[in-house]
């Protein structure tokens, strides 16, 4: 059982930046993916950014170019570094990780709003 803690949401103008975080209870250096996913609402939640062990990212198209995902130093840590933020970026955001059985976590969420 993993527990995923996320932290770094806030309010920003339109053109700013956020990092998030997200915490894990034990060590993910290992796992096949982490990342993140957004909700907004009345849509379905949606990939943003995952990275694998081996150092591989993908994005959604809507944030190539100005989000960045990473790993921490840390081995139970997960960042997300946005940039430009557009209104349209406004969700509640998501850390994700699959172990390595195949099994999906995920966190409480925190709220990203970005204002025009």
């Known amino acids: 059982q993993v527990q995923l803690v996320e932290s770094g949401g806030g309010l920003v103008q339109a053109g700013g930046s956020l990092r998030l975080s997200c915490a894990a209870s034990?060590?993910?250096?290992?796992?096949?993916?982490v990342g993140w996913y957004r909700q907004a609402p009345g849509n379905e939640r949606e990939l943003v950014a995952v990275?694998?062990?081996?150092?591989?990212?993908n994005y959604a198209d809507s944030v190539k170019g100005r989000f960045t995902v990473s790993r921490g130093n840390a081995k139970n840590t997960v960042y997300l570094q946005m940039n430009s933020l557009k209104p349209e970026d406004t969700a509640v955001y998501y850390c994700?990780?699959?172990?390595?059985?195949?099994?999906?976590?995920w966190g409480q969420g925190t709220q990203v709003t970005v204002s025009s």
């Open positions: 994700y990780v699959k172990d390595l059985y195949g099994i999906s976590y």
């Open positions: 034990g060590s993910i250096f290992s796992f096949p993916a």
């Open positions: 990275i694998t062990s081996a150092g591989t990212t």
